[in-house]
């Protein structure tokens, strides 16, 4: 069984960076992505960056130049390193792995908190 657990979160000033890890365990196959959302109260989910087993990287536009996704496949682990932080930015941030073989599977964390405020 595949299990993701997200950390790091916490308070930040506007202005502060913060990175948060996610620590996927289990059988996990590759070729795999892991990607970051988030989620603000009355919000959708929304995609921040996702990175494949490859290192290939995708970044929604609102996070672009501010944010930093990379991975560690030693141990199984996405970053997010989050700069230039915003009220705006504020929300339960949560990991994701996507599978492909033998079949397309997906995989949530718990999500953290990353709250922005003075």
């Known amino acids: 069984q595949v299990q993701l657990v997200e950390s790091g979160g916490g308070l930040v000033q506007p202005g502060g960076s913060l990175r948060v890890s996610c620590v996927a365990s289990g059988s996990i196959r590759r070729p795999n992505d892991m990607g970051w959302y988030r989620q603000a109260p009355g919000k959708q989910r929304e995609l921040l960056a996702a990175v494949a087993s490859g290192g290939t990287t995708v970044y929604a536009d609102s996070v672009k130049g501010r944010f930093t996704i990379s991975r560690d496949n030693a141990k199984n682990t996405v970053y997010l390193q989050m700069n230039n932080l915003e009220p705006e930015d504020t929300a339960v941030y949560y990991c994701?792995?996507?599978?492909?073989?033998?079949?397309?599977?997906?995989?949530w964390g718990q999500g953290t908190q990353v709250t922005v405020s003075s």
């Open positions: 994701k792995l996507t599978v492909f073989t033998p079949r397309r599977a997906e995989y």
